[in-house]
């Protein structure tokens, strides 16, 4: 009597585990996976490109506007050239960091919301940028303050936003 209980718990475990293993898939399924929220190629691209348009804009507006704080080229780069250069190594560091955000947020199998987005980006726009002026001499690009990055990071972040979502309704769009 003895052995077929433990027959039967075998079984009994066997069927828990199966069943177990098989609503895990039906829940993946039915809910909407997290690799199913990550950006696409042709989305990262459009971010890339319009992030630079973005930042050279903000940089030649904010230049002109403020020169005694922003600083565009040097002895050794032009204003063109650190406009160009400043801008692109932001768009870089920002759509760069988007791959690796969603990796890290699945890895703990966290739904990021947009308002977490938009600080993650706040952050690394603030950092990527007082980094790009800490290079003046290499980028040109130069800032009197840590506080004129915390500025440019907060409006370079508002109008990144606005493009994001822009680019993932617009793709999604076409997609569906």
Not at 123 to 130: E, F, G, R, S
């Amino acid at each position: 009597m003895a052995k077929k209980t433990k027959k039967i718990s075998r079984v009994a475990t066997t069927k828990r585990v199966t069943t177990s293993s098989s609503s895990a898939t039906n829940m993946n399924s039915t809910s909407a996976p997290m690799t199913e929220s990550h950006m696409t190629f042709n989305q990262l691209l459009a971010a890339f490109i319009l992030f630079t348009v973005l930042t050279i804009v903000v940089l030649f507006l904010a230049n002109l506007f403020f020169p005694a704080s922003i600083v565009l080229g040097n002895h050794m780069v032009s204003m063109m050239g650190a406009l160009l250069i400043s801008s692109l190594t932001l768009s870089l560091i920002a759509v760069g960091a988007t791959p690796l955000i969603e990796s890290g947020s699945e890895a703990i199998n966290i739904k990021l919301s947009n308002g977490q987005w938009m600080g993650i980006y706040w952050v690394i726009n603030i950092l990527a940028i007082w980094g790009i002026g800490r290079l003046a001499e290499e980028i040109g690009l130069g800032l009197s303050s840590w506080l004129v990055a915390v500025i440019l990071g907060t409006v370079i972040n508002f109008f990144q936003g606005m493009i994001i979502v822009f680019i993932v309704s617009r793709l999604a769009d076409r997609s569906a």
